[in-house]
C-alpha cells in the first residue's frame, strides 16, 4: 500500500514533522497516541503509546504487516532487526559491520572450540564462511585501543558492545568465549552472540543493550541462506549458530533464526519481505510442555497465515533430539503438517495456559464474616479508606484540615459532639509554608502541634553515593508511606494537594494511571487502619456536574468511596463555605455543612462548623442564574444571550454579529448557549437562536463515566454559521 491508503485506515491523522500521529483503533482513543514513522527501508513503523500489540492495532485498522510494506513488502529489504523493531541507519550498519568484521580478522578460533563446531556437523569451510572466533578480555582490550579506535575513532561508541566509561574512554563489553556472527540476509554483521563459559549464561549478546544504542536479539541469516534469496520456503528456528547448522545440514531450505518463539515479530518484516509461500517452524520441541510457548507459536502461526503465508509445523521426538540440529545431526528429519487441524493441536487450552496452582487469591464469599464500617468521623470520614476533598483554590480547604486535625489531635468536638480520642496525624503539604501558614491554623483551629507530623521531603542516594531530597511520590512511595503510618500510628493522613504527589512518569489524565496512583493510597489505608483524605482542585468547566469538575481523569473519583466538596454559593454569607458529599457509597448521603471563616489573632483565620445545610454538590458547581450585569460590571456571555434572546428567536448570524462587539467571541458564546440549554433550530436554510424548547440534558451515568462529550461543530456546510449539529468528536471545551 502507499502512505496514503495506510493512513485512510486511522481516524484524526496528523503530521508531526516525522511522521504522523493518529487516533489507535485498538482501544478507546481520545488523545492521539498512536504514531506511525517512516522506515529507512520505505516501510512505514506503527506504535501505540498507551502500550497496545501492534498486531492488534494492525487488525483493528483492517491491515496486515506487508501492507506496512510498498507494493506489499516484495522486494523489499527491512532493517527492523532489532529486538524493538527500531530502525538502524544505513551508515550505522555499515559502521557494524566494519567493526564487528575487523575484530573477527584479528580474533582466532580455539581448536577446543574448532572441534565442538565440527561435532555438530559443520564442516571447515562453514567455519571459514560463518567466521566464528574465540575472544577473551584481554584480547578485547587490546584491539579495542590499537585497532578499532585508529581505524574508526570516537564514532566506535555507537557501535553496540562499545561504550564510553566515566573518563570518557571507549571500552569494550566485558565478556569471553566464542563469537558468533549475526548476519542481515545481504551478508553484513548486525549483532555479535558470545557462547560464553560463565555459570548460568551459556549465550549473551556482545552487541547487548547494555549500550545506548545496543542491538538486543536480532534476526540472524546464514551467509548462504541470504544468497538464496527470494526464498520460496523459509525456515525459522531460534538462535543464530542452531540456524547455522541447520542451514549447512539441511542446504535445501533457507533457514534463518530469532532468539526464541517469542521474539517471532521481529522475523515477519523478513518473510514479507520475499513472501515465501511456506515458513516451516522448527522450534525446540520443549514447547510441547510450556503452554506460554506453546501460544506463542500459536499467534505466529496466526500471523502467517493472515499475511498470505502457509505454516507448516516441523516436530520431532523429544527424547530424541532438542533442537531442529540436534535431529538433523542424527540423520533423521522432522514431521511436517500444516492446516487448520495442526493450529488448533499447536494452541494450548486455556486451562493450561493458566493452570490452577494455588497462586491466584480466590474467595468464597460464603466463609468470610461481615464487617463493619468504622468511621471517625461518623458518615463522612471512614477509616481504612481513601476521602477526597474537591474545591477551587481560596475557599478554605487547608483550614478545613486543620479543623479536622483539631478534632483528631486535641479532642475539639465533631459536628454533632462526637469527640474522638487523641491520635497522630501525617500531612503531606506543598502549598503552604510550614511556619508563617500552616502551623498559625493548626493552633488557630485548636490542634495539638505535637501530634502532626509534616512529611517534607524523602532522602536518597544516587548510584554513585550522592545524596539528594526529593518530595514523596506515587504509587512509589506506598511501602515508605505505609511504614511511617505503622511506626508512629496515624490515624489519618492528608495529602494536599493530590497531584503534587505524583511520580512524574504517571498520567493524571489517564484511567488506568491514576488509579494505579489511587490504589496505592487505598492499600494503605487498608493495611494501616487509617483514614486517608487527599486534596484536589476543580477543573475550569463550569457547569458540569461535580461529578466532573475534579481536575485529572474521572478515575480519581471512582476509586473512592467517600468525596466531598467545598465550594460557594449565592444563598451563603462572604465569609461562609458549603460542605457537601458528591459520592458516598458506604453510608446514607450526609447533609451538608455551612462552614464560617472567621479572623484569628492578627495574621490568620479559622474555620468551624456553623450549621446544616441541604445545598447539593450540584448546586456549588452550577452557577447562579445570569443577571444583567455581573459583580465585574459587563454581563456575562450568558446574561447576553438571555437579554438578546427574551424577544424571541434570533438568526444566528445576528447573534454572532452582536456577541462580536459585545466582546464575546463565537465559541464562548457556544459555550455558554450549552450552559444554560439553547439549542439552535434550523428553518429553512437559516438557523435561529431561541430560550424556548431549551435542550434537556439526562445523564445516568455511573461514577466511572465520563462527562459530558457533545460539542459543537461549526463547520457544517451551512452558509448561516450556525453552531450546528452535534459532534461526539469534539469534546466541548470548558
Not at 388 to 417: F, H, M, W
Not at 430 to 454: C, Q
Request: net charge negative; charged share 25%.
Amino acid at each position: 500500500m502507499t502512505e496514503e491508503e495506510v493512513l485512510s485506515h486511522f481516524d484524526g491523522v496528523e503530521s508531526n514533522g516525522s511522521g504522523w500521529k493518529c487516533l489507535c483503533p485498538s482501544h478507546p482513543d481520545q488523545n492521539p497516541s498512536l504514531s506511525i514513522d517512516k522506515g529507512d527501508n520505505g516501510g512505514l513503523l506503527v506504535y501505540c503509546h498507551a502500550g497496545c500489540d501492534r498486531d492488534r492495532v494492525l487488525e483493528a485498522a483492517g491491515l496486515t504487516w506487508a501492507d506496512l510494506y510498498p507494493g506489499g513488502g516484495g522486494g523489499v529489504e527491512p532493517v527492523h532487526v532489532g529486538f524493538r523493531r527500531v530502525d538502524v541507519t544505513q551508515d550505522d550498519l555499515t559502521l557494524r559491520h566494519k567493526v564487528y568484521s575487523t575484530l573477527l580478522s584479528e580474533l582466532h578460533l580455539d581448536p577446543s572450540d574448532r572441534v565442538d563446531l565440527l561435532r555438530r556437523g559443520l564442516k571447515d569451510h562453514d567455519l571459514v564462511a560463518n567466521q566464528y572466533r574465540t575472544a577473551n578480555e584481554a584480547d578485547l582490550s587490546y584491539l579495542t585501543q590499537n585497532v578499532l579506535l585508529p581505524a574508526c575513532g570516537e564514532s566506535l561508541a555507537r557501535v553496540p558492545g562499545f561504550r564510553k566509561d566515566g573518563l570518557g574512554k571507549v571500552r569494550p563489553l566485558k565478556t569471553e568465549g566464542l563469537f558468533i556472527p549475526v548476519r542481515l540476509p545481504d551478508g553484513r554483521i548486525y549483532s555479535i552472540q558470545v557462547r560464553t563459559a560463565l555459570p548460568g549464561k551459556k549465550y549473551q549478546w556482545f552487541s547487548h543493550r547494555h549500550s545506548e544504542s545496543g542491538s538486543g536479539q536480532p534476526v540472524h541469516c546464514p551467509v548462504s541462506a541470504g544468497r538464496m534469496r527470494p526464498w520460496g520456503r523459509l525456515r525459522v528456528t531460534e538462535g543464530p549458530l542452531k540456524a547455522d547448522v541447520t542451514q549447512a545440514l539441511d542446504p535445501s531450505v533457507a533457514t534463518i533464526a530469532v532468539a526464541s518463539v517469542g521474539a517471532w515479530k521481529e522475523v515477519m518484516p523478513s518473510v514479507l519481505s520475499t513472501r515465501p509461500a511456506e515458513v516451516l517452524l522448527a522450534f525446540d520441541s520443549d514447547w510441547h510442555s510450556k503452554p506460554q510457548v506453546r501460544q506463542q507459536l500459536a499467534d505466529f502461526w496466526t500471523a502467517l497465515e493472515k499475511s498470505g503465508v502457509t505454516p507448516v509445523l516441523e516436530e520431532w521426538d523429544e527424547s530424541v533430539a532438542k533442537g531442529i540440529d540436534d535431529l538433523l545431526i542424527l540423520g533423521q528429519r522432522p514431521k511436517a503438517s500444516t492446516g487448520q487441524q495442526t493450529q488448533e493441536y499447536v494452541r494450548p487450552s486455556v486451562e493450561d495456559l493458566y493452570p490452577d496452582d494455588g497462586s491466584d487469591e480466590v474467595v468464597r464469599m460464603g466463609d468470610l464474616n461481615a464487617e463493619a464500617i468504622n468511621w471517625l468521623w461518623h458518615g463522612w470520614l471512614p477509616t481504612e479508606e481513601v476521602v477526597l476533598l474537591d474545591g477551587d483554590p481560596g475557599l478554605g480547604k487547608s483550614q478545613l484540615v486543620c479543623r479536622l486535625i483539631a478534632s483528631i489531635t486535641n479532642e475539639v468536638p465533631l459536628p454533632g459532639g462526637e469527640i474522638l480520642p487523641p491520635s497522630n496525624v501525617l500531612v503531606l503539604s506543598a502549598e503552604d509554608h510550614p511556619t508563617k501558614v500552616f502551623l498559625p491554623r493548626l493552633i488557630a483551629a485548636g490542634a495539638d502541634p505535637n501530634r502532626v507530623l509534616l512529611w517534607k521531603r524523602v532522602r536518597e542516594q544516587t548510584k554513585a553515593g550522592v545524596s539528594y531530597s526529593r518530595m514523596p511520590k506515587f504509587p512509589a512511595d506506598e511501602g515508605r508511606l505505609l511504614a511511617r503510618v505503622k511506626r508512629q500510628n496515624v490515624r489519618m493522613v492528608v495529602v494536599d494537594p493530590l497531584y503534587s504527589y505524583v511520580d512524574g512518569n504517571k498520567n493524571v489524565y489517564h484511567d488506568t494511571e491514576s488509579r494505579s496512583i489511587m490504589n496505592s493510597l487505598a492499600h494503605v489505608a487498608e493495611e494501616s487502619g487509617s483514614s486517608i483524605l487527599v486534596i484536589r482542585h476543580l477543573n475550569k468547566a463550569v457547569g458540569q456536574k461535580a461529578l466532573y469538575r475534579g481536575s485529572g481523569n474521572i478515575g480519581v473519583v471512582a476509586t473512592v468511596r467517600v468525596a466531598w466538596l467545598i465550594g460557594r454559593h449565592p444563598s451563603l454569607a462572604p465569609n461562609e463555605r458549603a460542605l457537601v458529599q458528591f459520592k458516598q457509597n458506604l453510608s446514607t448521603q450526609q447533609d451538608g455543612h455551612v462552614l464560617a471563616i472567621k479572623p484569628f489573632g492578627v495574621n490568620t483565620s479559622m474555620i468551624d462548623f456553623d450549621r446544616g445545610t441541604k445545598l447539593t454538590a450540584d448546586e456549588l458547581t452550577t452557577p447562579a442564574p445570569p443577571s444583567r450585569e455581573t459583580a465585574d460590571g459587563p454581563p456575562s456571555p450568558e446574561a447576553f444571550l438571555a437579554d438578546l434572546l427574551k424577544v424571541g428567536p434570533v438568526e444566528s448570524k445576528e447573534v454572532y454579529s452582536k456577541g462580536r462587539r459585545a466582546g464575546f467571541s463565537e465559541d464562548k458564546l457556544q459555550r455558554a448557549a450549552q450552559r444554560i440549554g439553547i439549542k439552535p433550530k434550523k428553518e429553512g436554510k437559516k438557523w435561529y437562536w431561541s430560550t424556548t424548547g431549551k435542550e434537556e440534558r439526562h445523564d445516568d451515568s455511573d461514577d466511572a463515566a465520563a462527562g459530558p462529550q457533545v460539542g459543537y461543530n461549526r463547520s457544517d456546510g451551512d452558509a448561516d454559521g450556525a453552531f450546528g449539529t452535534p459532534s461526539p468528536a469534539l469534546p466541548l471545551r470548558p
